[in-house]
């Protein structure tokens, strides 16, 4: 190849580079979501009917942002720390607010029930980003996405990480869940495909559930692979369908489907009270 080809192909790269950064989305949902048309209902945003989340690898996308996640001797606390590109933290002034929260931490146990935990650390002058680790979290092997605005370009970043457990031994009481998921549906269970999953709620006892707003959705969805630790996640909102407001409410999300397995799907919910309910997705070929 001449020296006037390659300076060619060396322009042609760059000017790629440039304006797909340029295109990357500049919210939190127009990210985790295909084309970002949300639907606000007295106050409530659901996802629009064109957009659909997608079940990402940070570590794979390599944004320009170091996450560290630390644990405290006792297992009870932890610590986030967000570096950018220079080794300098992000302090609380230069995150934005994104779904009603600066930063969205999920916490997975590796292993095991593989427990679930949706966390807003809280930060700390020395740049830092601290949070109570749940009793169901503790004494074991964990894996941790984030999801952040940065304040000032409005991009989002997404990054991964792992820790390891505490050796540190202690009764963890584990409150049970009051209101069930009665069945959940898939338009395909197809890898690769856009499904439509309707998940299908009831209060304790069979009774009825009024689901009330939690970070300015009716409801959160985090999926993770049950069998490949750290493979991933999608963080879902609900599409509007009509049955979100029913006695026995129906939850809607769209996902681009990822590789085949088996996957956990957590519901994060407001009832007066958040809870936490999880089922199961098996991807076909």
């Known amino acids: 190849m001449t020296p006037f080809r390659q300076a060619l192909v060396i322009t042609g790269l760059a000017a790629a580079g ?8 500049d919210t939190q949902c127009a990210f985790l979501h295909a084309d970002h048309q949300p639907v606000v209902v007295d106050g409530v945003e659901f996802c629009g009917i064109n957009e659909e989340a997608n079940f990402y690898s ?4 390599q944004f320009p942002v170091t996450f560290k996640l630390s644990l405290a001797p006792d ?17 609380d002034h230069e995150v934005a607010v994104s779904h009603t929260r600066k930063v969205h ?4 146990q590796s292993g095991g029930v593989r427990a679930y935990a949706h966390l807003h650390p809280v930060p700390a002058q020395d740049g830092s980003w601290r949070f109570d680790l749940p009793p169901a979290l503790r004494g074991h092997a964990l894996e941790a996405y984030v999801d952040f605005a ?8 997404l990054a ?7 050796t540190v031994a202690f009764d963890a009481f584990v409150v049970p869940t009051r209101n069930a998921i009665v069945s959940t549906e898939a ?5 690769g495909a856009s499904a439509t999953i309707r998940v299908k709620l009831s209060g304790p006892e069979g009774k009825a559930l009024k689901l009330l707003p939690i970070m300015g959705s009716l409801g959160h969805a985090v999926v993770f692979s049950a069998e490949q630790p750290s493979a991933g996640y999608a963080h879902m909102h609900p599409t ?17 489907l990822p590789p085949p397995g088996k996957y956990d799907l957590w519901l994060n919910l407001n009832d007066g009270q958040e809870e936490l309910l999880r089922t199961t997705l098996v991807i076909t070929p």
């Open 105 to 108: 931490l999920h916490l997975r």
């Open 75 to 91: 297992g009870a606390k932890g610590e986030v720390v967000l570096l950018k590109e220079d080794g300098r933290p992000y302090y």
């Open 160 to 166: 991964q990480a792992e820790a390891k457990a505490t």
């Open 187 to 191: 338009s395909t269970l197809k890898a």
């Open 18 to 25: 440039f304006f797909g950064l340029r295109a990357l989305p």
């Open 58 to 61: 940070p570590k794979a996308l």
């Open 150 to 157: 940065d304040a000032r370009t409005s991009r989002i970043m």
């Open 240 to 256: 509007l369908e009509g049955g979100e407001y029913a006695p026995n409410p129906t939850l809607s999300f769209r996902l681009r």
